[in-house]
């Protein structure tokens, strides 16, 4: 009980601190771009935020050690197929946090930028920051295992949460008002 207590009162008092900073940032980085005469201030501005906010608790996470097993494994979905006898809390575990690390980024990458609103480059630009996150495992040594499957379902994740906003930035794409997502 007291260690449900301890995770759930840190999570809390984490919220209480950043909800008003990333509202802070949000505010200050649209006023500046608004000034600068940016197109969509406050579009790039909560998207910005929202990915870092999004997206560093679960990196945070990722690059915590632990005492589990260290290594590298680069063989595709042998991880995975481990988990099939596994409990369905480890098995969600593992893959519902793998699927969600990148969930902020995928959704609102596209609302950022127009260069990114397709599921292919989403996926390309997830792929390749899991692949810095688990080459920063191994080289750390965090008593983390480094694998593939973690890159194949992060990706995945990412490119699920873009989707899932698609309807969001979509019409900005395709009626042709880019300016909506465009930077400077």
């Given at each position: 009980?007291?260690?449900?207590?301890?995770?759930w009162g840190n999570?809390?008092?984490?919220?209480?601190?950043?909800?008003?900073?990333?509202?802070?940032?949000?505010?200050?980085?649209?006023?500046?771009?608004?000034?600068?005469?940016?197109?969509?201030?406050?579009?790039?501005?909560?998207?910005?935020?929202?990915?870092?906010?999004?997206?560093?608790?679960?990196?945070?996470?990722?690059?915590?050690?632990?005492?589990?097993?260290?290594?590298?494994?680069?063989?595709?979905?042998?991880?995975?197929?481990?988990?099939?006898?596994?409990?369905?809390?480890?098995v969600s575990v593992?893959?519902?946090?793998?699927?969600?690390?990148?969930?902020?980024?995928?959704?609102?990458?596209?609302?950022?930028?127009?260069?990114?609103?397709?599921?292919?480059?989403?996926?390309?630009?997830?792929?390749?920051?899991?692949?810095?996150?688990?080459?920063?495992?191994?080289?750390?040594?965090?008593?983390?295992?480094?694998?593939?499957?973690?890159?194949?379902?992060?990706?995945?994740?990412?490119?699920?949460?873009?989707?899932?906003?698609?309807?969001?930035?979509?019409?900005?794409?395709?009626?042709?008002?880019?300016?909506?997502?465009?930077?400077?």
């Open positions: 009980m007291a260690r449900t207590w301890e995770l999570v809390i008092i984490a919220g209480t601190f950043a909800l008003p900073l990333a509202l802070l940032a949000i505010m200050l980085l649209s006023r500046h771009r608004s000034r600068a005469g940016h197109p969509a201030p406050l579009r790039a501005s909560l998207a910005d935020v929202g990915i870092v906010v999004g997206t560093a608790p679960w990196i945070w996470m990722i690059l915590t050690p632990s005492d589990g097993p260290s290594g590298v494994n680069l063989i595709p979905f042998t991880d995975l197929a481990d988990l099939a006898g596994a409990p369905w809390e480890a593992q893959v519902g946090g793998n699927l969600l690390v990148f969930a902020a980024l995928g959704a609102l990458l596209p609302v950022r930028s127009a260069a990114m609103s397709s599921p292919g480059r989403v996926a390309a630009v997830a792929a390749a920051f899991s692949v810095l996150v688990e080459a920063l495992q191994y080289v750390c040594r965090l008593g983390r295992l480094s694998s593939v499957d973690d890159v194949i379902l992060n990706a995945t994740g990412a490119v699920i949460f873009a989707l899932v906003t698609r309807r969001w930035w979509a019409r900005a794409h395709t009626d042709g008002d880019r300016s909506m997502v465009t930077d400077r």
